[in-house]
């Protein structure tokens, strides 16, 4: 993860919070890493395949 995308996802934490919207602040972000894994190892199978 780069420094920037880093910086973003700790603000916007910060105003999840401000808000009381953690929990969904959080599952939001498991959501993306979820389909972020998914993209990658799909590549990979995808890859094999060729």
Request: with cysteine; net charge negative.
């Amino acid at each position: 993860m780069e420094r920037l995308e880093y910086n973003v996802l700790l603000e916007a934490y910060k105003r999840a919070v401000e808000l009381n919207l953690e929990n969904d602040f959080i599952q939001l972000l498991r959501n993306e890493i979820m389909d972020r894994e998914n993209a990658v190892n799909y590549c990979k199978f995808k890859k094999v395949l060729i």
